[in-house]
């Protein structure tokens, strides 16, 4: 590997990890030589997480977290500096999303459940995660987890999830603005396409919806989460330290079309 791309000695915080690509991004920033602290609501589930980050011969703690309480953002953020003595890469990946027809079968009592966990969570973690990086004077790497969605129409009705996922670029680009230059701390967007995961599977396991999620992109096939390992260390690495306020489409081509 490029050394550029190596995390060794930093310590990075993952959302949403007790599953899916939040999982897999814990091993990723591991075996790269990071230690990480991951979240997520479901406290069992992260022992897979922690496995997996040991597995790498890193340190790994776990806090129950959900995103929607700015408490216990703040929590996830402190135990990384009082664990592990820092907090150098956020992973903004817990996330939630449904189908839903915006004239008929949407709920603004639903919608306003998801933009709490996909973007105000993502907000929230920042801040918290922000304050760290500022006080420790090293700068940092924010990456959060946003969507094709965010850019592109899909063949699902997806409003608010595409709504929430286009609000995490635009507060990416802003928090960039913020502390990019002030604090050295870089902010960007990965926007994957149609990918396997938890939020996924139930669609993929259909093969009429999963021959119509392919054919939204280019390549004409689904992701696989391994396409997803490059651009994340990217991002969060110091490959990565002359980009800040983009967003990264992982997509196949979906959000060029």
């Known amino acids: 590997m490029n050394p550029s791309f190596r995390l060794d000695g930093r310590v990075a915080v993952v959302t949403g990890a007790s599953s899916g690509l939040g999982l897999r991004f814990a091993g990723v920033l591991a075996a790269a030589g990071a230690d990480v602290v991951v979240g997520a609501r479901r406290a069992a589930a992260l022992t897979a997480a922690q496995d997996a980050v040991r597995a790498a011969g890193r340190r790994c703690v776990a806090v129950p977290t959900d995103v929607t309480d700015d408490g216990d953002c703040a929590r996830l953020a402190d135990a990384a500096v009082r664990e592990l003595g820092r907090l150098d890469v956020l992973v903004n990946n817990a996330g939630t999303g449904y189908a ?26 920042a801040v918290h995660a922000g304050r760290a990086m500022i006080a420790a004077g090293r700068g940092g790497s924010i990456v959060n987890i946003g969507s094709a969605l965010g850019s592109a129409t899909g063949p699902l009705p997806e409003a608010a999830y595409s709504a929430s996922k286009a609000g995490v670029a635009g507060l990416t680009r802003d928090l960039a603005a913020q502390w990019s230059s002030r604090h050295g701390i870089r902010v960007n967007t990965l926007a994957p396409g149609w990918f396997a995961s938890e939020l996924t599977g139930q669609l993929l396991a259909s093969d009429d919806h999963a021959r119509r999620l392919a054919e939204c992109a280019s390549l004409g096939r689904i992701g696989r989460p391994e396409e997803l390992d490059g651009p994340l260390l990217l991002l969060a690495s110091d490959a990565g330290s002359y980009i800040t306020g983009t967003t990264l489409a992982v997509d196949g081509g979906w959000s060029a079309r």
Not at 101 to 121: H, K, Q, Y
């Open 100 to 125: 839903a027809r915006a004239e008929s079968d949407d709920d603004p009592a639903r919608a306003a459940e998801l933009f709490a966990v996909n973007l105000f969570g993502a907000y929230r973690m």
